[in-house]
């Protein structure tokens, strides 16, 4: 059996999996304060009557980052960069920078060394600092420099956690880089404690199993590798959904997907059965960051979101009051008019249409409010996909090719998952012009996608052959081979050995065989007018995705 | 007042070249990709990236003649880069940006009106094109063209070197020791767009502070006089110590403070050849510049090796410029003497070399004074070379505002020549109709 749990913003769902059907089914209102009491009595109620130990594989995803950032629980960073000659930093990443020596250029050759006596100096001022963080320019090209610095910062300020740039992604980008490395270091500890605990609390209820975290990305973790990058836990509440979606209905053509929950619609795009990749990674907080996630969007509307007039016209979210008022709740929201317009049957149709009234012109019936309310929620979210489309469609291109025979993007389908679905995705669907689906089980979509997601993990390779080294900058390694010996299968070849090499030591092993080529590039560097060598780039992945299809029976939900 | 933001179009085609090994190759602008991606420029909330669009046909021949047409010489790689540039003007038009900078290949500015093959690694022009296309959709009427390339714009300014409209500024290593030859400070402009194209011809050993000085005393004070609609920047980047087919020695920083200086609205990349040393550095520089970001730190790793200028250079530029002042400041009188000894007419035969094509060109161009508007051109041209032999064309270029008795002349002239039959194609290049009409014989 296979367990799964996330905590959303509003409630806290758990699945039970059993050869590809939900078994069990359980929801909880989340607690903000203390997100494991929501996680400790959701995990209850769907184990009542189940033997914990048949549980093979326990998978979660949180909100405990995402959370701790926005409240701004975060560590007090020690942040060194060696950021070589290019842009100033100062001002446009979190937390206050310290500039070292040293620089490596864009071929991964070193052009200044850095020096062990401004380190020390440094980390003599930074002495009440917890944990740190090293980043260096173009350490993907070649990681020796912001090794040899960490390994300085060890020694004169020993922290309890340091993070590397490399360590978070092996792609250009150093902003990212540095901000990525920067909250990891920031979320470590307080990730850590949660870690803990969760572990306590499973244990206790004879849960054996290993125990997963879900990233942006849709791929899990093993929980105890997580602990050194948590800032991969971020935003998994949307990807959970996405996976929850591929379990439950992998769309063949184009689709939207909308994930209509409490406070929040998130929508994704699918292309060939998977969800598009946001091309750089994930913005916390403003600040980009090379975290790797799904194109997604958010937008305010959801089955809470508050429903009143301002100056006489309707407004519907972006922020809730508490439920709504069917559901005992003070303030008219989205899911009172799905009741009025009959498009839903849960919840007092009486306090609903108290609710409608409330917000309806003298000229107004109830329904007609109703009505007028889900066609003001629906457009909403129209515009947001519209303009997700557009910026999709807009995305640069760099090679010729690419833009004479690129084609847009154009949806097929749309799907909807989460509690506001069945009322609000047909009426949204409508306006796109698209068919619809909302599959079985969508009310805990993200609790399934949570159980069914696989473990990922990439690996960057770039070899030189002018230069006769190649590096991997997520394992730190710089490997040297005879110049010009070495072609882009060698490449490749050698990419497959780090990536299992990877995944081995981050517990997953066995998940190394579903790998798939991410990105490649060949370039021929000529000096003068001869070849003098190549420079390769290959990306290869544990492919995202779900362990097996999910089915649920309607009766369960 | 809004930050100052940049549009940045950047197309670096890693699936074009002109030849596996030649200069302008697929490799061109991957280290500056590299550099690019690796500060995070993109993610910056004063830089927004587009994507380019393909020009069309109609966009090109606003511009170009091409013998026989411009479809049999040029690629989708052209169009893309000509509407890289467009991209760039309308993102500035549309006011979504202040600036942008298009950062394209393959570049153009050695590309002339009339195209027989590529010269200078340019088929066609995409700075010309998208000044025409600004003209066109966003009647944008005076244009100033700041040509930073080392090597003389000399196909842009062969484009306008009839238009008053157009100040067209070219600053680059003396012709007498570089590709084209060109862009001596003789050359002005027709006389009824005299002084309107400005040559500046450095020495090799040219430094940040010559190129500064030039700028400071002749550039920016020029602009200011012709007060021009939108200044637009073609920039190479080939004034850098290291590039390999040139001998000046600007660096980064020179660079960036003269994109600041400049204030171009549209910069659009042209040659620069040190594609690993100068070209991450110089177009960061550049980009940082534009956007009103910080760019005291980009500065190259080998900077120590940039040679200083001589005093014989610094001499020689300080005499230059008194030289250009004088005339600046007599281009009234110099353009009224000018038209007076023409008369009604002006004509120049040259000989072109298309290095990269091996065609040998002969032209004679024959522009009509007219007193009433801007007359009009007659372009009798024969070409030479692998694989076609000889072609010949004969054109008339009726630009804007022309009379009814220039259109009719110059039409005129291209029926006289068609029935004549001594050429293999015949054009009209009508701006007021903004068509190119091809007349068989």
Known sequence: MLLGIDVGGTFTDAVLIADGQVVAAAKTPTTRQSLLNGVVTVIDKVLTGVDAKKIRRAALSTTIVTNALVEGKTDKVALFLLPGPGLNVTGLIPGEPHFLSGYTDHRGREQACPAEAEVAAVCRKLEDHEVAAVAAKFAVRNPRQEQLVTDWVNKYLQPKHITLGTQVSGSLNYLRRINSAYYNSAVWRIFSRFAQAIEAALAERDIIAPVYILKADGGTLPLTTAKSTPVEAIFTGPAASVLGIMALTKPVEPAISLDMGGTTTDIALWQHGMPLFAPDGARVKDYPTAVRSFCLRSVGIGGDSYVRRENGLLAVGPMRCGPAMANGGLAPAVTDALRVAGLIDYGDIGLARQAMERVAEATQTAAEAAWETLRLAAATVCQAVQDMLAEQAARPVYKVEELVAGRPFKPELLIGVGGAASGLAPLVAKQLELPWQIPPGHMVANAVGAAAARPTTEITLRADTAQGFYTVPELGVIQEFAKRRFTLQDAWTAAGTHLAERAAAGGMAEAADCSERLYEEEFNLIRGFNTIGKIMTCKLQIKPGVLMPVQMREAEL | ?441
């Open chain 2, 1 to 441: 007042m809004k930050a100052a933001s940049l549009g940045l179009v950047f197309f670096p085609a890693f699936d074009w070249a002109i030849t596996p090994t030649h200069p302008e190759r697929e490799e061109r602008l991957l280290y500056t990709r590299d550099q690019i991606v690796e500060e995070g420029l993109l993610d910056l909330p004063a830089i927004k990236e587009y994507r380019p669009q393909l020009a069309g046909l109609a966009d090109i021949e606003r511009v170009h003649i091409g013998v026989p047409n411009i479809e049999s010489l040029i690629t989708d790689a052209h169009l893309l880069s000509a509407g890289g540039a467009i991209a760039a003007a309308q993102a500035v038009m549309r006011r979504e940006v202040t600036n942008a900078f298009a950062l394209v290949r393959p570049p153009g500015h050695h590309a002339m009106r009339v195209v027989h093959g590529t010269r200078g690694f340019c088929t066609i022009n995409i700075e010309a094109v998208m000044v025409e296309y600004l003209r066109r959709h966003y009647g944008v009427q005076r244009i100033a063209i700041v040509d930073t390339d080392v090597h003389h714009g000399d196909g842009t300014q062969d484009i306008f070197y009839h238009d008053p409209d157009t100040l067209f500024i070219s600053f680059h290593q003396d012709g007498r020791t570089l590709y084209p030859g060109t862009g001596a400070m003789s050359e002005l402009g027709s006389p009824g767009a005299f002084c309107s194209t400005v040559n500046i011809p450095l020495p090799p050993g040219t430094t940040d502070a010559g190129l500064h000085e030039v700028l400071d005393r002749l550039v920016l004070p020029m602009l200011e006089d012709f007060r021009p609609d939108m200044i637009i920047n073609s920039a190479g980047q080939d004034n850098h110590y290291s590039d390999p087919l040139a001998n000046m020695a600007v660096t980064a920083q020179g660079y960036a403070r003269l994109a600041e200086k400049l204030k171009a609205d549209i910069a659009v990349l042209e040659g620069g050849y040190s594609i690993e040393d100068a070209l991450p550095y110089v177009n960061t520089g550049i980009i940082l510049a534009m956007a009103g970001l910080d760019y005291s730190r980009v500065i190259e790793p080998d900077n120590a090796r940039c040679p200083r200028q001589s005093v014989a250079t610094t001499n020689y530029i300080a005499k230059l410029v008194a030289e250009w002042q004088d005339i600046w400041q007599g281009r009234d009188r110099l353009r009224r003497e000018a038209v007076a000894k023409a008369g009604g007419w002006w004509q120049q035969r040259r000989n072109i070399y298309y290095d990269d094509s091996g065609i040998q060109e002969r032209q004679t161009e024959t522009v009509r004074l007219c007193p009433r508007c801007h007359g009009y051109q007659l372009i009798d041209t024969q070409a030479q070379g692998y694989p076609f032999g000889m072609k010949s064309a004969f054109a008339a270029i009726i630009p804007r505002n022309s009379c009814p008795a220039c259109r009719a002349q110059a039409r005129d002239a291209v029926h006289k020549a068609r029935q004549a039959g001594r050429h293999d194609c015949c054009f009209i290049q009508d701006k007021q109709e903004d068509i190119l009409v091809p007349c068989g014989t």
